[in-house]
């Protein structure tokens, strides 16, 4: 295991039920050292054990604890109708040239965009050499988005880590509480500095759920252990779980396509739990559990814990 990836599995260990991310009920949430006492919003998201989404879960049936203490819940809101929030990050490095993976990724996202509802918006950032550049800024009117997806060429190495790291406050501008950045890349990184302290930053800084879709190709199944941890899959596989997202492993445009329009539901179909800290003692990363106590075995997804002071009242 790699020394980075060991310690930042000892700062966040593994998930129990759920966890959650730290945004204002109506503005997109930021990080900084003095955030103590900005609103928590968790989106939650809540299956069977088969997979299907949970309905008619009411307030009451959710129990939500910061470390050991139970904490009510002020906000709570589940409409499928409302509108959502993307950012898609793509990966623009010379290996997304390969096997049409760029190609495949630009069709994903206008699968998304081609199903939108009102109220949507939508942003699009490209990354390689380790900079992310802003290709569209949110927008309700995908028209701008679309027609910069045509530019987008691969060139370049890749520091994906270091180019997430960097920018994750500029991907969470999404106007809507429902939100989810989706992360396209084949998970080569050839090019990143990272240490277990950036690592762990990273995980803490990001408080919406993030999707990395590895593009990866037909050859991938056959990689040794080494040559997979090469490609930054555990890595991703983090991101994922400590966000409240889903790593998802895909070799071409059929499974894309309907892997977009799976992530854009399961983005619909969460619940939004918030809380209000107590603007008063330390600031730091506190671990955030979710659970459904309503009788079922149910799957319960949401961010790892949120930077901040402890809960009002605790």
Request: avoid cysteine; aromatic fraction near 8%; charge should be neutral.
């Amino acid at each position: 295991m790699k020394p980075f990836l060991a310690a930042a599995l000892l700062l966040f260990p593994p998930l129990a039920t759920g966890q959650a991310p730290g945004a204002p009920p109506e503005e997109p949430p930021t990080f900084s050292e003095s955030a103590g006492a900005e609103y928590v919003m968790l989106p939650v998201l809540v299956t069977d054990k088969k997979g299907r989404f949970a309905d008619g879960l009411r307030k009451e049936d959710f129990v939500l604890r910061v470390g050991d203490t139970r904490v009510p819940v002020d906000t709570f809101d589940r409409d499928e109708s409302a509108p959502a929030s993307f950012a898609f990050l793509v990966d623009t490095s010379g290996s997304m040239g390969v096997a049409k993976k760029l190609e495949n990724a630009k069709h994903a996202i206008r699968t998304i965009v081609s199903a939108r509802k009102p109220g949507d918006d939508f942003a699009l950032f490209a990354f390689s050499e380790g900079e992310v550049r802003m290709v569209a800024d949110f927008s309700a009117d995908p028209a701008g988005l679309l027609g910069s997806l045509g530019d987008l060429e691969a060139s370049g190495q890749t520091a994906l880590f270091d180019a997430v790291a960097a920018t994750p406050e500029r991907m969470m501008k999404g106007r809507n509480n429902k939100r989810a950045i989706l992360l396209f890349t084949d998970g080569v990184d050839n090019a990143s500095e990272l240490t277990a302290e950036k690592m762990a930053e990273l995980l803490q800084r990001v408080s919406v759920p993030v999707y990395p879709i590895g593009m990866k190709n037909s050859a991938f199944d056959a990689l040794s252990e080494r040559e997979r941890q090469e490609l930054s899959v555990d890595n991703l596989q983090m991101l994922a779980a400590s966000s409240g997202g889903r790593l998802h492993l895909v070799s071409g445009d059929d499974d894309l396509r309907p892997l977009a329009t799976q992530i854009s539901s399961e983005v619909r179909q969460q619940y939004l739990l918030g809380f209000a800290p107590s603007g008063k003692g330390d600031v730091k990363y506190r671990i955030v559990v979710v659970s459904v106590i309503k009788p079922g075995s149910w799957v319960v997804r949401t961010r790892r814990g949120y930077r901040g002071t402890a809960p009002g009242g605790s």
